[in-house]
């Protein structure tokens, strides 16, 4: 493994024994126990999550709105304080460089969460385009840990550590509060199709938190292979699979975060119009295999003839519904019979709307 960057938990995975991989340039816990045991753990109780490696870049002053309106494509000045919103920054070609979530922490900060792979590049893009502006960014990623409990059991759960009043957090929003002893925002998003938190903390206090979120009965840690799963199962985008330079917001099905008609230029606004105009080439549809042979990223899907079709983007064997599933990109205009090319043989495919996995 050639990551040279450790989260602030690092020795706490290892302690736990976890496989760890270089992912975006950070030695992360692949898994622990077993991705289905820590798969299954979310949908039933709770998993906690180490994100330290992601991303946090602020914005602050008179026109940091502003700024992030011009910078990105949703018309991010129209955020209430408290509130959170998923967006994308685009190149101007309309290619998405990569996708965020952006909370509005005061009337003049908000705090950009980007992935970790795409941080400098966002930050970099962050600076650039707000030059005009009168805002101040900084990139406070070093600064910060971020822990996410996730599962139907996530609020009872953290409710033993905070006094703060975690019914009364919507989806999408954010909070100042003490968690176990220490400072924390405490954000309700996630990436796993369950109720959930994200804890952003300072990195100091990553290690006694984790601690003691882990020491509750029914609370699993769970590493990169369960949240990938989760998040297939959610339908939800990873950047790299369904979202790169390459590829539209359009085309991924996620055209609504797109504000044309918000005050102003933005970066990517003129390719962006124009292709709001005509159906997108290709579109982003869910597969559920018949056998049982998982399809995989890079994948095609054929026709009955063998014709190639579109292409597998993420594929796995899911843990909740029992058979392969996929996220793939296909071509318009095709319907009938398809299936996806596993090394040489064809597996018959149905698509079928997304996400795969909603909780009740």
């Not at 919103?85 to 003049?108: F, H, K, Q, S, W």
């Not at 994200?198 to 990553?206: K, P």
């Not at 292979?225 to 590829?247: I, K, Q, V």
Request: charge should be negative; hydrophobic fraction near 45%; include cysteine.
């Amino acid at each position: 493994m050639s990551a040279s960057k450790k989260t602030p938990l690092h020795d706490v995975h290892v302690e736990l024994d976890a496989t760890l991989v270089d992912f975006a340039g950070y030695a992360m816990p692949l898994r622990y126990a077993g991705e289905t045991v820590e798969h299954r753990a979310v949908r039933t109780s709770a998993g906690l999550f180490d994100l330290s490696h992601m991303g946090e870049i602020f914005l602050s002053g008179p026109q940091a709105g502003a700024a992030l309106d011009h910078a990105l494509v949703g018309e991010i000045s129209a955020l209430a304080v408290g509130r959170a919103r998923y967006t994308m920054i685009c190149n101007p070609a309309g290619g998405v460089l990569d996708d965020l979530i952006v909370y509005r922490l005061a009337d003049e900060t908000f705090m950009v969460v980007a992935n970790a792979a795409n941080a400098a590049t966002v930050l970099a893009e962050l600076l650039d385009r707000a030059a005009g502006f009168d805002t101040v960014v900084t990139d406070r990623s070093a600064e910060y840990a971020l822990i996410a409990l996730q599962g139907p059991r996530a609020q009872e759960i953290l409710a033993g550590f905070t006094d703060a009043p975690l019914a009364d957090l919507r989806y999408y929003a954010i909070m100042d509060g003490v968690v176990a002893g220490a400072d924390a925002l405490l954000a309700r998003t996630g990436y796993t199709g369950e109720d959930g938190f994200e804890l952003f903390v300072s990195a100091g206090d990553a290690v006694p938190l984790w601690r003691a979120l882990a020491g509750v009965e029914g609370v699993t840690p769970a590493g990169l292979s369960a949240r990938d799963t989760l998040r297939l199962e959610a339908g939800m985008p990873l950047y790299g699979n369904e979202l790169t330079t390459e590829t539209t917001p359009y085309e991924a099905g996620l055209g609504r975060v797109v504000k044309l008609g918000k005050p102003g230029d933005f970066v990517g606004k003129e390719a962006l119009t124009a292709l709001s105009r005509t159906p997108p080439g290709r579109t982003l549809v869910g597969l559920v295999a018949r056998g049982r042979r998982a399809p995989r990223q890079g994948y095609a899907v054929v026709t009955s003839d063998g014709t190639p079709c579109g292409a597998v983007t993420s594929g796995a064997p899911s843990p909740t519904l029992g058979t392969p599933i996929a996220m793939a990109y296909l071509d318009a205009g095709h319907s009938g019979e398809l299936a996806v090319d596993v090394r040489g043989r064809q597996e018959p495919v149905d698509v079928v709307a997304l996400p795969f996995y909603k909780r009740s």
